[in-house]
């Protein structure tokens, strides 16, 4: 079984939640039901488990009142071995997408809090007008991703004492054994190729085939199209999948916005921005925004134009990402080969910028407040 930080998060809401169910969003197969069932078996004694999407005909427990004793009576019709232990059971609702009135159930469910629910979902396709009530302030919203780098290393077999070394290393800006550094920047390299995905993983894992895993891969991008095609409204589904299928050339450009004529032809942000933005709120993509000036708080600059963060303009400054860094912005560069980093060092010298890293392939190495780290070491930040 795969090792996920999230379980410790589940556990941390469970200690300190009151009065609030817990939303688990987050892009498909990235192992959100496994995880959250694991979490129930471990630490409740009654779990009752609705997946909207597998049992259908359970949505109409949530077409009537919804109140705890009516709700719980429309799904006992459904599940009769249902126990709901006060203060001792999980209710799941997963697919949570496919019953917009089980989203607004959670405003009751959490009021009476005599029973733990997480609802988990992609949130494709919800019809928000659907939607009688949102639970606002009765509901918790966390996006859980695919396994990180740290938790690859913790698949393949690392101990946490080995991490934490690497660990110390990073906040004392130390060093590493330069056949330590050849032999981390070779399990880099790999989880760039097999990626985070629970299921790639664990096929990696078990047959070390980078044939199977990218079969495994492909099987994931399909279900991506798939949902594309079943959850999009039916004007945006070709541009939808447009978009998608565009991400590796964009990726492939250093350095540039999202470009919609990569999409298509004489592409506009009018014809597919409303698309792309579908497929973010999908949790298929991510954005990063440029930054028209490299100042805190960093969301007053974001330019929503243009989805990379770098910084150019006529200095020809480019920075990769900025982070927030208690109150200041927190530069990073991030280099494929070796080689000078001007427009990290020009951005060192603008007042109120306290520090920048410049990850790569090279070693640990500090000159004044410009820190250079190999690019596995950015699981620290």
Not at 121 to 144: I, K
Not at 174 to 183: D, G, S, V
Not at 240 to 249: G, Q, V, W, Y
Not at 259 to 277: C, H, I, M, P, W
């Amino acid at each position: 079984m795969l090792r996920r930080k999230f379980t410790d998060y589940l556990k941390q809401w469970k200690a300190t939640k009151k009065n609030e169910c817990l939303l688990v969003r987050g892009a498909r197969q990235i192992g959100k039901t496994f995880i959250i069932e694991d979490f129930a078996r471990n630490n409740y004694e009654s779990f009752v488990e609705i997946n909207f999407e597998q049992y259908p005909a359970l949505k109409s427990a949530f077409d009537g009142e919804l109140t705890v004793p009516e709700m719980i009576k429309g799904i006992s019709i459904y599940i009769p071995n249902a126990r709901f232990v006060p203060h001792k059971t999980l209710i799941f609702l997963d697919e949570i997408q496919s019953c917009p009135q089980a989203r607004a159930s959670l405003k009751f469910w959490a009021i009476d809090d005599n029973y733990d629910v997480i609802a988990s979902g992609s949130l494709l396709g919800v019809n928000y007008n659907a939607v009688s009530s949102f639970p606002v302030g009765y509901e918790r919203q966390v996006d859980m991703f695919s396994l990180d780098f740290e938790e690859y290393l913790w698949a393949v077999g690392f101990s946490q004492d080995t991490i934490d070394s690497l660990k110390e290393h990073f906040v004392k800006q130390e060093k590493i054994e330069e056949p330590i550094h050849r032999k981390m920047i070779s399990y880099l390299r790999e989880y760039m190729v097999v990626g985070g995905m629970p299921a790639v993983v664990n096929q990696f894992l078990a047959t070390k085939n980078f044939g199977i895993v990218h079969q495994e891969q492909e099987k994931i991008i399909s279900a991506y199209l798939n949902d594309i095609a079943k959850y999009a409204e039916t004007a945006d589904r070709p541009k939808a999948r447009s978009c998608f299928l565009s991400i590796p050339k964009q990726l492939a450009k250093e350095n540039t916005k999202f470009q919609y004529s990569v999409v298509e032809q004489n592409g506009t942000a009018r014809k597919f921005a409303n698309s792309l933005d579908w497929l973010r709120d999908a949790g298929i993509v991510a954005y990063c925004y440029n930054l028209s000036a490299l100042q805190f708080p960093l969301s007053a600059y974001a330019r929503d134009d243009q989805f990379r963060i770098y910084k150019k303009d006529d200095s020809s400054v480019e920075i990769e990402f900025v982070l927030t860094h208690g109150a200041s912005p927190l530069p990073l560069e991030v280099k494929s080969k070796k080689g000078r980093s001007q427009s990290l060092n020009t951005v060192l010298m603008w007042k109120g910028i306290e520090k920048g890293y410049k990850f790569g392939m090279s070693n640990v190495g500090v000159v004044d407040n410009k820190i250079t780290m190999p690019l596995y070491l950015a699981m620290f930040l």
